[in-house]
C-alpha cells in the first residue's frame, strides 16, 4: 500500500503560480513512477504530468508544457508540480497518483496503470 496526500493547492490569478506536493507513505517510494492528473468539473480525468521512477524521464500534457514542472525527491518521497502561468482553465482538483507498472506496454501517460491515488487538492484560477 502507497499512501499520498496532496498539498499547496488554492486561488490565484491568471498568470500567477501554485507549488503543489505530494507526499508518499508506504512501500518503496522510487519503486513508482509518478504522475499528476487533474479533473475539471462534468470532465473526465485528465492527464497532467508524470516522471519515471528514477526522476529522468518526465512527460508533459500540450496544454501545460513550458508551464508547468515535475519534479521529485526520492529521499523524501515526494512529488511536486509547479504550475507557472496558470489559466482559468487549469481551474482542476489535482490528483497525484503512483504506477508499479514497468516494462513493456507500461507509460506514465496512461491513467488506468496507476495503482494509487490521493485525495486530491483543488486549484482554482481567477481571470
Known amino acids: 500500500q502507497v499512501q499520498l496526500v496532496e498539498s499547496g493547492g488554492g486561488l490565484v490569478q491568471a498568470g500567477g503560480s501554485l507549488r503543489l506536493s505530494c507526499a508518499a507513505s508506504?512501500?518503496?517510494?522510487?519503486?513508482?513512477?509518478m504522475g499528476w492528473f487533474r479533473q475539471a468539473p462534468g470532465k473526465e480525468r485528465e492527464f497532467v504530468a508524470a516522471?519515471?521512477?528514477?526522476?529522468?524521464?518526465?512527460y508533459y500534457a500540450d496544454s501545460v508544457q513550458g508551464r508547468f514542472t515535475i519534479s521529485r525527491d526520492n529521499a523524501k518521497n515526494t512529488v511536486h508540480l509547479q504550475m507557472n502561468s496558470l489559466k482559468p482553465e487549469d481551474t482542476a482538483v489535482y490528483y497525484c497518483?503512483?504506477?508499479?507498472?514497468?516494462?513493456?506496454?507500461?507509460?506514465?501517460?496512461?491513467?488506468?496503470?496507476?495503482?494509487?491515488w490521493g485525495q486530491g487538492t483543488q486549484v482554482t484560477v481567477s481571470s
Open positions: 497518483a503512483a504506477s508499479s507498472c514497468s516494462g513493456f506496454g507500461c507509460h506514465p501517460v496512461i491513467l488506468i496503470q496507476y495503482d494509487y
Open positions: 508506504g512501500r518503496t517510494f522510487s519503486a513508482y513512477a
Open positions: 516522471i519515471r521512477m528514477s526522476g529522468g524521464t518526465v
